[in-house]
């Protein structure tokens, strides 16, 4: 095939892939919001297998094509969010760079993203998105609490609820930051994961695939944990700002760090019982959704940084 049938090929793909992507948004905003976050996998593919500007042209597109069905506004913020994760992702994926560098560099490129546009939003709206996510609470509150009402509650029974109800708004608004994070991270890893494993069925064998049974965080983990702590506490000694909301997001992130590394442990050992995949997937959830365990899963993790369970440091 000349060179002009090649890149009449990628130009066609290109089409496609902007035509599927779009719709893939448009449903996405209309009916599965949670999907939206997979919409970089598209030009992540298309971007590995043609060239990164395949990627870039086809994502602007896309992205004005969405503003132009929904709103202008919309479509700026999604090629904010997306672009600079799909390239970096794109990048790092033809560089064959480790799946942790990987996933560490794109879980702050997509933060830094999110923090601009939620910037960009309380400077259009002239209220913070955390002042909007307190109105959007309290008035979640009033409604569940109309509910009660009329359940033939008393008044203590309603009250008692309210309170419950108001602790886990307030928690859920101090531990933000950690959530961002914990999403980004989350966003991140399923993104590199479909795309590795699509570009795989379609012959990159160079493709790197992470492994959740073969995640590990760096060594050196619980001496950076243990200096955040330090810090934190310093802070607070200090009675400089916003301690106790600094020192629960760095619990929240650690916890976190450490609950997936001990889920990984699990995931091992439940390979090396020769255990299908929709079993093990089904055991994963249980020990995700149960949260009493999570403490259990947490020092599994902790353990397996320390002794290294399932030998996968490399010796020095």
Known sequence: MNIDGKKGNKIIEGIFVIAIATVFMLIGMYYLPLIIFLYPIFFIVLGVRNGVKYNIISLIISSLFVGLIIDNVSGIFILLIFAPLSIGLNYMIKK????????????????????LVINIMGDM???????????????????????????????YEVLKIRDLLENAMDYVLLILPAI????????????YLISSLILRRLGYGIVSIPKFSKFKLPNNVLLGTGIMFLGAFIIKGLKLFYYETILLNITVIASFMFFTQGLSVVDYKLIEKNLGRIPRLLIILFFTIILPLGWLISFIGILDVIIDFRKLRRPA
């Not at 709206?125 to 109309?146: C, K, R, W």
């Not at 961002?180 to 993104?191: D, R």
Request: aromatic share 8%; no cysteine.
């Open 180 to 191: 961002v994070i914990i999403f980004s991270l989350v966003i991140s890893y399923l993104n």
């Open 96 to 115: 064959r760079r480790k799946s942790f560098e990987i996933i560490a560099i794109s879980t702050v490129i997509l933060l830094v993203s999110f923090l």
């Open 125 to 155: 709206s002239g209220v913070s998105i955390i002042s909007q996510l307190e109105d959007s609470f309290t008035q979640a509150l009033n409604s569940q609490i109309e509910i009660l009402k009329d359940m033939d509650l008393s008044a």
